[in-house]
């Protein structure tokens, strides 16, 4: 069974990136038709799809954030990146990794996500 774990700073500060890390342990992020995909829930909203890497490397992002989101991977440690730059307090979310196959609507993985806070 797949698991995702995400990591990184739980507290950024205002105008700086903000950088997460999922790790993947019980398949590998090129598995065939398999999408990662980084989802947030800000407080008291519902959740929002940022952005997705594919099993090829491709990339695909949330209009709203495509001009500050930045999706990559190492496929050497099973992992795959979010950065998002100049963040601000309404950045502040539980973020979370997932991954689903193409051709389904609901994702079959998730990491148990992370709270990130932007404060100064």
């Known amino acids: 069974q797949v698991q995702l774990q995400e990591s990184g700073p739980g507290l950024v500060k205002p105008s700086q990136t903000l950088s997460l890390t999922c790790t993947v342990s019980?398949?590998?992020?090129?598995?065939?038709?398999?999408?990662w995909s980084w989802i947030r829930q800000p407080p008291g909203k519902g959740l929002e799809w940022m952005g997705a890497i594919a099993y090829s490397g491709s990339t695909y992002y949330s209009p709203s954030l495509k001009s500050r989101t930045s999706i990559s991977r190492d496929t050497s440690k099973n992992q795959f990146t979010l950065q998002l730059s100049s963040v601000t307090p309404e950045d502040t979310a539980v973020y979370y990794c997932?991954?689903?196959?193409?051709?389904?609507?609901?994702?079959?993985?998730w990491g148990q996500g992370t709270q990130v806070t932007v404060s100064s």
């Open positions: 019980g398949g590998s992020i090129t598995t065939n038709y398999y999408y």
């Open positions: 997932a991954g689903r196959y193409y051709y389904t609507i609901a994702f079959g993985s």
